[in-house]
C-alpha cells in the first residue's frame, strides 16, 4: 500500500466516530478498491468488540475490499443496523452484487440479527437485489425493521425478486418463533411499475407490520395503486405513506381512500403528484371527515384539483385537532380559489397550516373535463398480476369488480323501464321499484347514478306522477346515502359529474340538467337522508360552477335556495 495512500486512510480514521458500538466511515470519499486499501479499516472492525453499527455511507467499494471487509463481520454477531448507501459509486454493474454477496455472507456467518439495512442510493438494478437475495431470506433478517432501498433502479425484475426474499424471510420467521415485523420500507424512484408494485404488495399484506411506506416516483399506475392499498389495509399501525408522483387517477385514489378508511393511525399521507383529481379529491374528503383521527399531514399538490374540490376537503378538517400542513400547491384554483381556500383554513383557526400556494395553475378550462381519457385504458396494458382488486368490496359486501347485475336478473317490467323509461311503466311497477338500485359498488356507483337520473327525468306536476317520481328518487337516494361517507361522497360527486358540475375523467357522457332533476334534488335536501355535510358539498360545488350559475332557471334558483337554507341551519 503506498504511502500517501496509508497517509489519507489514517486521515479519514481519524475522523471516524468509535464508541457506543459504532463506527463511522460516512462520507470519506474513500476508494477501497482492495484488501490492502482496507486493511486499516479492516483493523478497527476487528478491534471493535461491541460493535453495532457500522456506517461505510459515501465510499466507494471494490469487490475484492468488501470480501476483506465481510471476512471481519464473520465475527460480528452483535451489528445491528448497516447503512451502506451510495457505497458502489463509478463501480461496473457487475461488481456490486458480487461484492453484496460478500457482505451478505459475512453477515450470516455471523449469525448478526440485523434491525436497519439502507442501501439507498446504489444503482445496482436487479442484479443488485439478487446480491441480498439470501441475506433478506436469511435469519440475519428476521429481526429486520428498516429496509431502505431508495433509488436502486430495482425495475420490475428486482421488485419481484425483493418480495419473494421479504414472502420468504415471513414464512421462515414464523417456523423459527422469530416473527419478522418490517417496519419502515423505504424504495422510492425504482421503476417498480404495476408489477413491481403489485408483487411487492403481496409481501406487506403477509407482513401486516408496516408502519412507514416510501415509494415516491415509480411509475405506478391505478392498477398498482390499487394492490398497494389493498395491502396497506392489512397494515394497522400505519404512520405515514408517501406515494408522491405516481398516477393514481380515480380508480387508484378511490381504492386508496377505501383502504384509508381502515387506518386509525396515519399521521402522513402523501399523494401529490399523483392526478387524484376533482372526483378522487372529494373521495378523500369523505375519508377525513370520517376517519383519520391523528392525521398530521396531507400532501394532495399539483393533482389537477379544482378549487370546489379543495374547498370540500378544507370543509372536512373542521374536526381534524392533530393537523400540522395541509399542501394543495400546484393545483387548478385560480386567484380566487386560492383565497377561498385561505379563508375556509382560517375560518377553522387552520390558517397557518396551509403550504405555499405559488404554483398554483389556475382556473381550469371547460374544455379539461374529460382530459386524459384514455388515462385508465392504457394502463390495462401495463400489466398487474395479484393487484387484488377483489379485496375492495361494495357496501353490501360484493367484490368491487364484479359487474351490476345484467338487466337479464331483473324482473321483465323493470328490464323494460330501464330500456326505455316513462312515467307509466315507473307507475306499473309498484313494489317492484325496489329492485331498480343495482347493487352499489363504492368504487364505481356510476350505474346506480344513472338509474337515479332517469328517475329524476320523469319528474311533472301531475299529482300521481310526481308523487311517485319523489317516492322512488328518495327511496333510490336514502339507500346510496345511507352507507359510509366514501359511498355518499362518491354517489354524489357521480351525480355531479354525470349533470355537468363537476370536472370528471375519462368519456362521461352527461346527462341534461333538467328542471325536473333540481325540483328533485330541491326535494331531497330537505330530507333526513342527506346530511348538512352532503348539503355543503353539494352547495360547495354548485356555487363554484359559474356555468350553472349563469343559466339560473326558476329551477336552479328553488334548488339553490333549499341548499342555502340547509346550509345555515
Known amino acids: 500500500m503506498a504511502a500517501d495512500d496509508i497517509a489519507q486512510l489514517v486521515n479519514s480514521l481519524s475522523k471516524t466516530h468509535l464508541g457506543d458500538g459504532e463506527l463511522s466511515y460516512k462520507g470519506l470519499g474513500l476508494k477501497l478498491d482492495n484488501a490492502d486499501s482496507v486493511e486499516e479499516l479492516v483493523q478497527e472492525i476487528e478491534r471493535q468488540q461491541d460493535l453495532r453499527v457500522l456506517r461505510l455511507e459515501g465510499n466507494t467499494l471494490g469487490v475484492d475490499a468488501a470480501r476483506a471487509i465481510a471476512k471481519a463481520l464473520e465475527s460480528k454477531d452483535q451489528l445491528q443496523r448497516c447503512y451502506w448507501s451510495d457505497l458502489f459509486t463509478g463501480r461496473l454493474r457487475s461488481e456490486i452484487p458480487v461484492a453484496l454477496k460478500s457482505l451478505s455472507s459475512g453477515l450470516m456467518m455471523a449469525g448478526a440479527r440485523l434491525t436497519v439495512l439502507d442501501l439507498s442510493d446504489n444503482a445496482f438494478g436487479p442484479d443488485g437485489v439478487k446480491g441480498i437475495d439470501q441475506l433478506l431470506r436469511s435469519d440475519t433478517c428476521h429481526s429486520l425493521r428498516e429496509l431502505r432501498l431508495n433509488n436502486c433502479g430495482m425495475g420490475i425484475g428486482g421488485g419481484k425478486i425483493l418480495a419473494e426474499a421479504l414472502l420468504e424471510c415471513h414464512r421462515q420467521s414464523l417456523v423459527a418463533g422469530t416473527p419478522f415485523r418490517l417496519r419502515v420500507f423505504v424504495a422510492g424512484r425504482n421503476r417498480l411499475e404495476n408489477e413491481g408494485a403489485s408483487a411487492l404488495a403481496k409481501a406487506f399484506q403477509t407482513m401486516g407490520s408496516l408502519e412507514e411506506v416510501h415509494m415516491p416516483q415509480n411509475g405506478i399506475n391505478h392498477a398498482g395503486v390499487t394492490a398497494l392499498a389493498a395491502a396497506m389495509r392489512h397494515n394497522a399501525d400505519l404512520r405515514v405513506l408517501n406515494l408522491n408522483d405516481n398516477t393514481f387517477t380515480k380508480r387508484g385514489t378511490l381504492a386508496m381512500a377505501q383502504a384509508l378508511g381502515h387506518l386509525r393511525n396515519i399521521q402522513v399521507i402523501n399523494f401529490g403528484d399523483c392526478l387524484v383529481r376533482c372526483e378522487g379529491t372529494i373521495a378523500l374528503a369523505a375519508v377525513l371527515r370520517e376517519g383519520l383521527p391523528v392525521l398530521k399531514e396531507l400532501n394532495l399538490s399539483f393533482g389537477e384539483i379544482t378549487e370546489a374540490a379543495a374547498l370540500v376537503v378544507a370543509q372536512a378538517l373542521v374536526d381534524k385537532p392533530h393537523m400540522e400542513k395541509v399542501d394543495l400547491n400546484g393545483n387548478c384554483l385560480g386567484e380566487e380559489g386560492c383565497e377561498a381556500l385561505r379563508e375556509v383554513l382560517e375560518s377553522q383557526d387552520k390558517g397557518d397550516m396551509l403550504a405555499s400556494l405559488s404554483d398554483d395553475e389556475g382556473e381550469a378550462d371547460d374544455e379539461d373535463d374529460g382530459q386524459d381519457e384514455d388515462d385508465e385504458d392504457a394502463d390495462a396494458s401495463n400489466g398487474c398480476n395479484g393487484c387484488n382488486e377483489e379485496d375492495f368490496v361494495k357496501e353490501n359486501g360484493t367484490a368491487a369488480k364484479e359487474e351490476s347485475p345484467s338487466k337479464s336478473h331483473f324482473p321483465e317490467a323493470v328490464s323494460s323501464f330501464l330500456d326505455c323509461p316513462s312515467a307509466e311503466k315507473l307507475l306499473e311497477l309498484g313494489e317492484m321499484r325496489k329492485h331498480l338500485l343495482p347493487e352499489v359498488n363504492i ?12 328517475v329524476a327525468s320523469l319528474y311533472s306536476e301531475v299529482p300521481v306522477a310526481k308523487a311517485t317520481v319523489l317516492e322512488t328518487f328518495d327511496m333510490m337516494l336514502r339507500k346510496l346515502l345511507s352507507g359510509s361517507a366514501l359511498q355518499a ?67 336552479m334558483d328553488r334548488f339553490s335556495s333549499a341548499l342555502e337554507k340547509r346550509c345555515l341551519n
Do not use: F
Request: glycine share 6%; with cysteine.
Open 443 to 454: 368504487l364505481d356507483p356510476h350505474k346506480a347514478v344513472e338509474v337515479l337520473l332517469k
Open 489 to 555: 361522497y362518491t354517489t354524489l360527486s357521480t351525480l355531479l359529474v354525470l349533470i355537468g358540475l363537476l370536472n370528471g375523467e375519462g368519456k362521461t357522457k352527461k346527462m341534461p340538467l333538467t328542471p325536473g332533476l333540481l325540483l328533485c334534488l330541491e326535494h331531497a335536501v330537505q330530507q333526513d337522508y342527506l346530511a348538512q355535510h352532503h348539503a355543503s358539498l353539494l352547495h360547495t360545488i354548485l356555487s363554484k360552477n359559474r356555468k350553472a350559475l349563469k343559466s339560473r332557471s326558476g329551477s
